[in-house]
Antibody, heavy 114, light 107 residues
Framework: EVQLVESGGGLVQPGGSLRLSCATS????????LHWVRQAPGKGLVWVSRISSDGIDKKYADFVKGRFTISRDNADNTLYLQMNSLRADDTAIYYC???????WGQGTPVTVSS | DIQMTQSPSSLSASVGDRVTITCRASQDIRNDLHWYQQKPGKAPKRLISAASSLQSGVPSRFSGSGSGTEFTLTISSLQPEDLATYYC?????????FGQGTKLEIE
C-alpha cells in the first residue's frame, strides 16, 4: 500500500523557516517525480513545487520562487520542502503528492502568524 | 500557464440525480487530466486519471470524458456519501493547475 506521511508543519512567525518532510513507503520511490500542493483555509488546491526522480530538475510556483526549496533523499525514500521567509499567506495545509498513482499524504498544517 | 475553468462552483442535487461537472482548459492538454474528490477535513482522493480511467475501487457511478480542452465528470446516480468538493487537475505542463472546485451538496 502506497503511503505518504508529512511532518514538520507548525506555527511560525512571519519571516521564519520550516522544513517539511514526507516519508514514503509502499512503492519504489526513486524513479518517480513528486510534488507539493497546498490548500489555504477554506480555499482550493494550489500546486507549489515538483522535483524530478534524480532530484536535479526542480520547478516552483512563482509565489514561492526564491523562498522554498524542494529536495529528496532517494536512499531514505523521503521528500522535503524547505520553506524560508514565510509570510502570512503561506498559511495552508501542505500535501505531498505522488501524482503518477494519485496518492496524497494526509497533509501537514503550516500557520504563519505573530 | 494553463488555466483550468471549472463549473459550476457549487451544485445542489438530490439522491439519485445525474450530476455533471465541467472543466475547460485554456489550451489543448490532450487527456492529461485527473479528477479528485475532497471530503471535509480529508486529503483529496483521485477518482479519474487520463480524463476517463476510473481509479481502482472508485464506484462505477463516477465517469470521466473529454480530451483537448473540454472535460466532464459525471455521477450517474448521486449518493449521500458523494457530498464533497470536486477538482480537476491538468498535468501536461508545469505549473500543474487545478480547477477552482465544485462544492456538491445533497438536497
Amino acid at each position: 500500500e502506497v503511503q505518504l506521511v508529512e511532518s514538520g508543519g507548525g506555527l511560525v512567525q512571519p519571516g521564519g523557516s520550516l522544513r517539511l518532510s514526507c516519508a514514503t513507503s509502499g512503492f519504489t520511490f526513486s524513479p518517480y517525480w513528486l510534488h507539493w500542493v497546498r490548500q489555504a483555509p477554506g480555499k482550493g488546491l494550489v500546486w507549489v513545487s515538483r522535483i524530478s526522480s534524480d532530484g536535479i530538475d526542480k520547478k516552483y510556483a512563482d509565489f514561492v520562487k526564491g523562498r522554498f526549496t524542494i529536495s529528496r533523499d532517494n536512499a531514505d525514500n523521503t521528500l522535503y520542502l524547505q520553506m524560508n521567509s514565510l509570510r502570512a499567506d503561506d498559511t495552508a495545509i501542505y500535501y505531498c503528492v505522488f501524482l503518477y498513482s494519485g496518492n496524497w499524504g494526509q497533509g501537514t498544517p503550516v500557520t504563519v502568524s505573530s | 500557464d494553463i488555466q483550468m475553468t471549472q463549473s459550476p462552483s457549487s451544485l445542489s442535487a438530490s439522491v439519485g440525480d445525474r450530476v455533471t461537472i465541467t472543466c475547460r482548459a485554456s489550451q489543448d492538454i490532450r487527456n492529461d487530466l485527473h479528477w479528485y474528490q475532497q471530503k471535509p477535513g480529508k486529503a483529496p482522493k483521485r477518482l479519474i486519471s487520463a480524463a476517463s480511467s476510473l481509479q481502482s475501487g472508485v464506484p462505477s457511478r463516477f465517469s470521466g470524458s473529454g480530451s483537448g480542452t473540454e472535460f466532464t465528470l459525471t455521477i450517474s446516480s448521486l449518493q449521500p456519501e458523494d457530498l464533497a468538493t470536486y477538482y480537476c487537475l491538468q498535468h501536461l505542463n508545469v505549473p500543474v493547475t487545478f480547477g477552482q472546485g465544485t462544492k456538491l451538496e445533497i438536497e
